[in-house]
Structures are given as C-alpha cells and as structure tokens.
C-alpha cells in the first residue's frame, strides 16, 4: 500500500482522537460554568462532535473492508478505532448524566477529575500525531506512560470522592446521583488508557 494510503488510517486516529479533545473541552467548559439550563444546547454541541467521531470511524471501516494491504493488522486498526470512539462516548455519557439526572448544582470535588480527563484526552491526541511514526518515535512510549499515569490520577480521585461522597453526604438520592456520575468520569479515564494500551499492543507487536 502507498505511504498517502498507509497516512489515512494514521490520519483518521488523529481526527478521532481531536474529536475526544473537543468533547473534553465542552465538558469542562460545561463544568466550569456550571448551568443546568444550558444542557439542552450542550447536550446536542457534545452529541454532534460525537456523531463527527462516528463518521471517521464508519469511513475507515469501510475503506478497512475494501483493503488489501493495511499497515497495522486489522484487529489493531479495528480496535483503535473502537478504543477512540469509545472516549468520545464516555464523555457525552457524562453530559447525559447530568441532564437526564437534573444536576442543579456541581460538586467542587467534579472540577479536578475533569481537570485530568481533559489533560488525559489532549496527551492521547498528541499520542495518536505520533502512531505513524511507532516504530521510530521517540516520544511514543513517554506519552503511553503519561496516559497510563493520568488514568491512575482520576483513579485516586474517584476513590477520594466516593468515600467523602459516603462519609459526609446524608441524602440516599445525592448519593446514588453522584456515585454515577463519578463513575462515569473515571470511565473516560479508562477509555483514554484503553486506547494507550492499544497504542502499545501495536508496538509490541511491530518493533
């Protein structure tokens, strides 16, 4: 297969990846200033990056289908883009959340996680710029690294809010509602590690 043919699967991961940047972004901008009533139009701003994300992933199965030659296996090509489309998802889960479970106020405690999962969501991003080069780069491992070290951030910080969320909070209903949505944000987390560790399969298996 031709370099600018080999170049459109590489190309497709990064705009997959730049969608999960963008959806991070609106969550955190939603956070930041937080406003129930405004959901409604972040809800459809977050839905259609994800349906962008949809698109690039359904043209590179269907250029996948036709290929003779790929430079990954096709499981890998497969799986990336899977793991990557799955980032974008958690993050509008969490908007979802929001919205369907009628969040008046945000918790303090929402901004740090957000926080990592968006700085988690841009290194994946600057990951995916470097995958073309994965058998020569460099910096490829550093960034799978830093991903792999994010995800165990949001991990402590999940376990720091659910036991404040269950040591101080009293109402049943603010429990339940809170465990999810914590729950939910350390998904993203493990969506961008999920799509590290794919990242290294590759290299594993190719260098």
Do not use: G
Not at 20 to 27: D, R, T, Y
Not at 103 to 121: A, F, L, S, W, Y
Not at 174 to 187: F, P
């Amino acid at each position: 297969m031709a370099k600018k043919q080999d170049m459109f699967y590489f190309d497709t991961f990064t705009s997959c990846a730049y969608c999960a940047v963008k959806a991070s972004e609106i969550l955190r901008r939603c956070i930041d200033s937080y406003n129930p009533d405004d959901l409604d139009d972040i809800l459809a701003e977050i839905h259609e990056v994800e349906h962008e994300a949809d698109v690039y992933k359904h043209d590179m199965i269907n250029v996948l289908a036709k290929a003779f030659i790929t430079p990954i296996e096709r499981e890998d090509i497969i799986l990336m883009s899977q793991c990557l489309d799955e980032v974008v998802d958690k993050l509008e889960d969490v908007v979802l959340r929001l919205y369907c479970d009628n969040i008046r106020v945000i918790k303090p405690e929402m901004i740090e996680v957000v926080t990592v999962v968006e700085r988690c969501c841009v290194e994946m991003h600057e990951m995916m710029k470097e995958f073309s080069q994965f058998r020569h780069s460099k910096t490829l491992k550093d960034k799978i690294i830093n991903i792999n070290t994010m995800e165990e951030e949001a991990d402590r910080i999940f376990i720091k809010n659910m036991r404040a969320l269950h040591t101080s909070e009293t109402n049943p209903l603010e429990i339940i509602v809170w465990r999810d949505v914590y729950r939910y944000l350390e998904q993203c987390a493990d969506a961008c590690e999920h799509v590290a560790d794919a990242c290294e399969r590759v290299l594993m298996n190719n260098t």
